[in-house]
């Protein structure tokens, strides 16, 4: 699964999915669960202008080593001395400077919203609390000084873990049942974003997408797991619409699969194709509807390779 992430295979996985992100993702190399929680926080424009991102990855990757200010460490540790989270400053705030956890929570809130008078009182707190805890006074300037720059924009770590988790969950099974998970992206996907997607199956999977079959295909995507093969959704042939589909695929499961084109125009429209013996001959109900297929939409199916396989063509 990280080996997915890391090649940049990340269509349609929550949160990981977009260019920046993916490339990201990439430079990082990902090999375990917090590093997927430090993405969520790390990209963001406020941390990438301030260079957070980089050194994480830099630290992550031996090109740098991760510099830890006195006490510091425990809260870092897992982001290789880099502040990614608001609950790592309320926890160095109370491991440093003896403040509470609850007065650590405010202290975030402050900085967050630029209270300064507020900010200003916790830090008289703060630098007499690091100074009985034995902290050095650069050291405890230099962590203040930290503070200030990076609260404002710090990412809150249970949101960020619960955004991994989903991420990893859907990439898991990306890795793991890759046809079953195409099948249900390509279902919700838009046009311009389906060649996005096959080329990526293609390139990551055994999956592979082949051409409507009249006598398998309907109105999702179908998979044969079997083969990995996705069977083009009728839908999503130009031009057919829902209601089209549904007649096609009603009078397959009704009476059976289509033996040729000319079994299937002969089914589909045999109410426009009936030969009446006299002019009042009644109709029964079901002759009343109309019927939603036309010449277009089987001229589409035509082309698009619904009837290659009844028809041998090859």
Not at 108 to 120: G, L, N, R
Not at 267 to 280: D, I, T
Request: net charge neutral; hydrophobic share 40%; charged share 25%.
């Amino acid at each position: 699964m990280y080996e997915l992430l890391r090649n940049g295979y990340t269509q349609n996985v929550f949160q990981f999915s977009s260019k920046g992100m993916t490339k990201f993702l990439v430079s990082m190399k990902p090999d375990k669960i917090e590093d997927l929680i430090a993405a969520n926080a790390l990209f963001r424009p406020a941390t990438l202008d301030s260079g957070s991102a980089n050194k994480y990855v830099d630290c992550k990757l031996g090109d740098a080593q991760p510099v830890y200010l006195w006490g510091t460490y425990n809260a870092m540790k897992n982001t290789f001395g880099v502040l990614c989270y608001q609950e790592q400053l309320s926890q160095i705030a109370h491991e440093v400077g003896g403040l509470s956890l609850g007065e650590g929570v405010k202290l975030v809130k402050f900085i967050s919203k630029k209270k300064q008078a507020k900010i200003d009182a916790y830090k008289d707190k703060f630098l007499q609390g690091a100074e009985i805890s034995g902290c050095p006074t650069e050291d405890a300037r230099a962590i203040w000084e930290m503070f200030e720059v990076a609260g404002s924009y710090l990412f809150n770590k249970s949101h960020a873990t619960a955004y991994a988790v989903t991420a990893y969950a859907g990439a898991w099974l990306k890795a793991n049942y890759p046809t079953a998970f195409y099948t249900v992206a390509l279902q919700w996907a838009k046009d311009d974003e389906i060649p996005t997607l096959i080329s990526e199956m293609e390139l990551c999977s055994d999956a592979k997408i082949v051409p409507p079959d009249i006598n398998v295909s309907g109105s999702t995507f179908f998979t044969d797991f079997d083969t990995n093969e996705i069977f083009w959704s009728l839908c999503r042939i130009k031009m057919l619409g829902v209601k089209a589909v549904d007649w096609i695929v009603q009078e397959r499961e009704a009476r059976g699969r289509y033996t040729s084109i000319e079994n299937f125009i002969e089914r589909v429209f045999r109410y426009k194709l009936k030969k009446y013996q006299y002019w009042n001959d009644p109709d029964d109900p079901d002759e009343v509807t109309k019927c939603p297929v036309n010449a277009r939409h089987v001229r589409h199916l035509i082309l698009s390779g619904c009837f290659d396989k009844v028809e041998n063509a090859q």
